[in-house]
């Protein structure tokens, strides 16, 4: 059974993939800054760990139990997912028509490849 609400209270990671409500850029809902790139189903049957954006050093594997791989994957899935509908409304009433960017692209490392490690902690 789902809960009826998510409290969005920490960052949440798993391989590379990461939400954090202060690592998101203040101008998020600009028409031109692209949406968050929505993570696959079943990312934790493919991750044990997780890379911070920001780790030190960078590219730094922490485990994580299978337990909390699941519940990162929700959180992750469910935040990503619901900023994106919610930018996606805010720039359709607020962006000159054809000048929203709609592109589900932006992710907070240079890649998801967690043996890529190339450039550190990625800035918006």
Request: contains cysteine.
């Amino acid at each position: 059974k789902l809960p009826y609400t998510m409290h969005y209270c920490q960052n949440y990671w798993l391989g590379k993939w990461f939400i954090g409500k202060y690592r998101l850029d203040s101008d998020f809902l600009k028409c031109e800054k692209p949406l968050l790139l929505e993570p696959p189903t079943g990312i934790h049957e493919k991750y044990d760990f997780y890379i911070k954006p920001g780790g030190k050093p960078y590219g730094t594997r922490e485990k994580l139990r299978r337990q909390s791989a699941k519940r990162e994957e929700f959180m992750i899935c469910g935040m990503i997912k619901r900023l994106n509908d919610a930018a996606t409304w805010i720039k359709s009433v607020t962006c000159e028509e054809g000048t929203a960017n709609l592109k589900k692209e932006f992710i907070f490392h240079h890649s998801l490849d967690p043996d890529n490690n190339e450039g550190g902690e990625k800035k918006a």
